[in-house]
């Protein structure tokens, strides 16, 4: 079933809130999928206050929360110009993280995640918007095939030591 969301920024004052989604939804997500001291590595890295922080205040780097109620359900960041993580001379937005709360998973939430990201893009008139998405995680690519992303290359992603590769998907957006 699905529920309507509404979307609002996260700003600098929500970083606590923000962080402990973020750390949430990848644990459930990834931390059975991992080497246990790489995935821990990754964590304190990638997921402290600092880091959460640092990220909010960067030019070009956007996140918004999907609230349903009063309720935050899930999280975008969505990324232009030079915060782009991999593609940062192109002209494209990024889709860096999408991430649904695990008891709200099948309710329509990450699609309406992904619609509003395309819906920003489309509106800033961004050519495309693309992504980088774990080569294992099955469920994931399908998901973005099925909305039109074409994969166009491939990345390192270091977890702690353990060097994984992403799919680089992208959807044209004119």
Do not use: C
């Amino acid at each position: 079933m699905r529920k309507n969301i509404s979307f609002k920024r996260v700003g600098t004052d929500q970083a606590e809130t923000l962080l402990d989604i973020a750390e949430l939804t990848f644990r459930v997500g990834f931390q059975h999928l991992n080497d246990p001291e790489d995935f821990e590595a990754y964590m304190a890295e990638a997921f402290s206050l600092q880091q959460t922080k640092k990220e909010l205040g960067t030019e070009g780097s956007e996140f918004y929360f999907a609230i349903m109620g009063e309720e935050v359900v899930g999280y975008i960041k969505l990324n232009h110009g030079a915060a782009q993580t991999d593609i940062a001379t192109e002209p494209g937005i990024e889709l860096q993280r999408i991430y649904v709360m695990p008891e709200h998973q099948g309710k329509g939430i990450g699609q309406q995640l992904l619609d509003f990201a395309i819906g920003t893009g489309k509106e800033r008139q961004f050519p495309y918007l693309w992504l980088g998405v774990w080569e294992k995680n099955d469920g994931a690519i399908r998901f973005y095939k099925r909305h039109g992303f074409q994969q166009f290359g491939s990345h390192t992603f270091m977890l702690g030591n353990d060097p994984q590769t992403d799919l680089l998907m992208k959807l044209p957006l004119g």
